[in-house]
């Protein structure tokens, strides 16, 4: 019913800066929270950053003051600007969403397939 697609990971070395993006399509009434997650190899999946649908944002602290998540409610599509990569941000990145399907159901969680984001020192 609801897919999310995400894109823009690849490799990178070390200080550079990647994009990724999150589209959200299906059967859709209304979105609120949208997040990224990341699991490194080896590791558990850990939450990076996450934004409302009025913009309010919070990060992991690890990742605050370099990525910056943005929104287009229009598109339902969420971003994640990452600056200064790290090697220890090699990891999986995971797009998140709370989907309302239906203005008389309560909200889901969806999950993306995820996208391979690799940081080369």
């Known amino acids: 019913q609801v897919q999310l697609v995400e894109s823009g990971g690849g490799l990178v070395q070390a200080g550079g800066s990647l994009r990724l993006s999150c589209a959200a399509s299906g059967t859709i009434f209304s979105i609120n929270a949208m997040s990224w997650y990341r699991q490194a190899p080896g590791k558990q999946r850990e939450y990076v950053a996450r934004i409302t649908n009025s913009g309010s944002d919070n990060y992991a602290d690890s990742v605050k003051g370099r990525f910056t998540i943005s929104r287009d409610n229009a598109k339902n599509t969420v971003y994640l600007q990452m600056n200064s990569l790290k090697s220890d941000d090699t990891a999986i990145y995971y797009c998140?969403?709370?989907?309302?399907?239906?203005?008389?159901?309560?909200?889901?969680?969806?999950w993306g397939q995820g996208t391979r984001v690799t940081v080369s020192s």
């Open positions: 998140n969403a709370d989907v309302k399907i239906s203005r008389w159901l309560g909200e889901r969680d969806y």
